[in-house]
């Protein structure tokens, strides 16, 4: 969500405490929104959330906030928290001695392997963080600075409809 759906700029009104459902809400850009639509739009994509936000909020409220920006999507699912991570599953070496600092992509990788049946073979991952493990290949570095590009729009696009 940070760095794909909002950028450095997006600020919640002053008289919105942090925390709040409201405050939340303000941190999704409506412009970045449409751009996520645009590629459920071309490619039929659904939304896995792996953002730090899955663990404040349930899918079903996410997309509900995502909706009053304007999107037009479904999410299916959040990818599981790090103390989650099945070692065995996902082929991690190292083991949840080091759970702190996880890659997002072991998160990924999981949730992947359990739900095999809720996507098609293509996948695309946008994020901000560098952490994807063996999943490079479906990965688009967003920038926190700006957010979803048209750039990276294009790219998703190209690679959910190969």
Same mark, same amino acid.
């Given at each position: 969500?940070d760095g794909?759906?909002?950028?450095s !700029?997006t600020?919640?009104?002053?008289?919105?405490?942090?925390?709040? =459902? #409201?405050w939340?809400?303000?941190? *999704? /850009?409506? /412009?970045?929104?449409?751009?996520?639509?645009?590629? *459920? +739009?071309?490619t +039929?994509?659904k939304?896995?959330?792996?953002?730090?936000?899955? +663990? %404040?909020?349930?899918?079903?409220e996410?997309? &509900?906030?995502? =909706? /009053?920006?304007?999107?037009?999507?479904?999410?299916?699912?959040?990818t599981?928290?790090?103390? +989650?991570?099945?070692? #065995?599953?996902?082929?991690?070496?190292?083991?949840?001695?080091?759970?702190?600092?996880y890659?997002?992509?072991? /998160?990924? =990788?999981?949730?992947?392997?359990q !739900?095999?049946?809720?996507?098609?073979?293509?996948?695309? *991952?946008?994020?901000?963080?560098?952490?994807?493990?063996?999943?490079?290949?479906q990965y688009?570095?967003?920038? %926190? =600075?700006?957010?979803?590009? &048209?750039?990276?729009? !294009?790219?998703?696009?190209?690679?959910?409809? #190969?």
């Amino acid at each position: 969500m940070d760095g794909v759906i909002n950028n450095s !700029n997006t600020r919640a009104p002053k008289d919105v405490k942090f925390g709040e =459902k #409201e405050w939340w809400i303000s941190q *999704i /850009e409506t /412009e970045l929104v449409s751009r996520l639509n645009e590629v *459920i +739009e071309k490619t +039929e994509a659904k939304v896995v959330i792996s953002s730090s936000w899955r +663990e %404040y909020w349930h899918p079903l409220e996410i997309q &509900e906030m995502l =909706k /009053e920006r304007g999107f037009k999507g479904k999410v299916i699912g959040r990818t599981p928290r790090r103390i +989650e991570i099945d070692h #065995e599953l996902v082929g991690d070496k190292i083991g949840p001695k080091l759970s702190r600092i996880y890659p997002r992509g072991l /998160e990924i =990788k999981q949730w992947l392997i359990q !739900n095999r049946k809720n996507y098609k073979d293509k996948i695309v *991952i946008f994020d901000d963080c560098e952490d994807m493990v063996d999943l490079s290949d479906q990965y688009i570095k967003t920038s %926190y =600075k700006t957010g979803l590009t &048209e750039s990276d729009v !294009n790219k998703a696009i190209t690679i959910l409809n #190969e």
